[in-house]
Antibody
Framework: EVQLVESGGGLVKPGGSLRLSCGAS????????MNWVRQAPGKGLEWVSS????????YYGDSVKGRFTISRDNAENSLYLQMNSLRAEDTAIYYC???????????WGPGTLVTVSA | QSVLTQPPSVSGAPGQRVTISCTGSSSNIGADYDVHWYQQLPGTAPKLLIY???DRPSGVPDRFSGSKSGTSASLAITGLQAEDEADYYCQSYDSNLSGWVFGGGTKLTVL
């Protein structure tokens, strides 16, 4: 069974940093692209970042470009999101997503809540 | 403002059929990128419902179907059930953004 479990969320002050982790199991992690998607309270889904299987290609949404860094460790079956210069508008549940058939989000973790507030 | 446009809400009585539209542009759906649909029940993570415009993952009932034409896509749900009450999102890829784009979500209410 595929499992994705995010961790590292919490309360942080504006301008602060946080590192999210996602542990993967139940599939061959090193062969799949992975994405981070977020959802602000009461709002819709927003794509944050993508990383290909060998980290050869990395992309970011405009709202986080230059502040967030995605990475992965295929030996540890883990995905990461380093978030710097956090703003109130970054407050959201952050989901780790496995990219599957035809580029769809085949599996989603339960999410981790990031709250940016003074 | 989402890149893909969905109606904010739709509703239907049990047993009825409803459709949810998803409109994009020439850099995403119109560029022949696939459309995928997700169901999000209250308080839970999104779940893949339709991938590749019309295919269902294992376990998704055939009451759910997807289609795509031009710069738009649609999700149809037949034989509405109370458990279908949820938020539904369409998603595609955008060549200008080099990433995923989502619709704003549609809240389905079963009357």
């Amino acid at each position: 069974e595929v499992q994705l479990v995010e961790s590292g969320g919490g309360l942080v002050k504006p301008g602060g940093s946080l590192r999210l982790s996602c542990g993967a199991s139940g599939f061959i992690f090193s062969t799949h692209s992975m994405n981070w998607v977020r959802q602000a309270p009461g709002k819709g889904l927003e794509w944050v970042s993508s990383i290909t299987s060998t980290s050869g290609y990395i992309y970011y949404g405009d709202s986080v470009k230059g502040r967030f860094t995605i990475s992965r460790d295929n030996a540890e079956n883990s995905l990461y999101l380093q978030m710097n210069s956090l703003r109130a508008e970054d407050t959201a549940i952050y989901y780790c997503v496995r990219v599957g058939n035809y580029g769809s989000g085949t599996n989603w973790g339960p999410g981790t809540l990031v709250t940016v507030s003074a | 403002q989402s890149v893909l446009t969905q109606p904010p809400s739709v509703s239907g009585a049990p047993g009825q059929r409803v459709t949810i539209s998803c409109t994009g542009s020439s850099s995403n759906i119109g560029a022949d990128y696939d459309v995928h649909w997700y169901q999000q029940l209250p308080g839970t993570a999104p779940k893949l419902l339709i991938y590749g415009n019309r295919d269902r993952p294992s376990g998704v009932p055939d009451r759910f179907s997807g289609s795509k034409s031009g710069t738009s896509a649609s999700l149809a749900i037949t034989g509405l059930q109370a458990e279908d009450e949820a938020d539904y999102y369409c998603q595609s890829y955008d060549s200008n953004l080099s990433g995923w784009v989502f619709g704003g979500g549609t809240k389905l209410t079963v009357l």
